[in-house]
């Protein structure tokens, strides 16, 4: 094998290169007898072409980032949420422990060098490359937080269409592509905007001038901090380009349509009332597989990180493990609930 034959070259002090359609070699003097030079003349093509391939190899842009690179179970590819921070899986993979393999997907944009995909089958078809490339042998679990979740459910697709095992795919407080559309988040926006106001106005009715001075301070300053972070951060490059892979990523989503897929399909929830809106829509195209919800006071925002990571990762064990949900009961008898879901037992 040319890798092989390479090696030992290097091994003698032989160095090959290529320079166009050449290939050339330095060598201590007396190093590269003639039966060298007739086996490299010999192979002189598959030389040219495997230190080609190398070389483009070395200038693509590598998506994988290893968060536990050891372990001897099935790897877990994790892709982030729309501004592609696969950081946010750090808690989750230390929970998992050593035996774990885990591994980030980080999406193009980021570098200042490439642009985002703008479709989620696109992108896909890249961390499907990728994985391919940097561990040839499946199976392989799939995950996916947020609105990534619509990313790794195509690329679980793409990898099952290709050849591969994927044992499931786990999607993360990850809605279906249509609960990203502008209609949805416009009227989630207001009810957040309501619910802030009639905070306010709760916490205004119930205090003393003094503390209502206090009160009134806290937030101007608070707001003041939002203003100098975000001035800030649009003259930080790094900050402008996460900008642009969150709006780039985020329009991606929208357009997406999720096709039929026959493996399992694993919904981790941040809680119980998730279940009829997060569960519906992805079910319809992908019936195989159960919900997995961890108690109330989690949420979306706080799933991933401490203290809520190390119940997500028990979640992750029992399903990985073919442990299994336990039913939750429903707190009204006249509308039970058909799904399926764990929580602790504690």
Partial sequence: MVPAFLAELRSRGIDVSADGDRLRCAAPTGVLTPQLRHELQQRKREILDFLRSAEALAQQQRAIVPLEPRGTRAPVFAVGGHNGDVFCYRALARYLGEDQPFFGLEPPGLDGRTDPFTRVEDLAAFFADQIRSFRPSSPYIILGFCAGGSVAYELGRQLVQGGAAVEFVGLLGSPDPRWFSWPRQLARRL????????????????????????????????????????????????????????????????????????????????????????????????????????????SVDSMLLEPQAAGVAELFRRCRDGIGPIPLRSSDPKRPLPLLAYRPTD
Wanted: charged fraction near 30%; charge should be positive; proline fraction near 5%.
């Fill in 191 to 298: 009810g957040q905007q309501r619910e802030r106001v009639s905070q306010h106005a709760r916490a205004l009715g119930s205090l003393s001038v003094a503390d209502l001075r206090r009160y009134l301070t806290e937030k101007l300053d608070a707001r003041k901090a939002q203003r100098d972070a975000a001035d800030a951060a649009a003259l930080d490059r790094v900050l402008i380009r996460r900008a642009v892979l969150e709006r780039v990523t985020l329009v991606a989503v929208r357009r997406y349509a999720p096709r039929g897929f026959a493996g399992r399909v694993e919904l981790f929830l941040p809680c119980r009332e998730w279940l009829p809106s997060a569960t519906r829509r992805w079910r319809s195209v992908a019936p195989s597989g159960e919900e997995y919800v961890w108690p109330a006071g989690c």
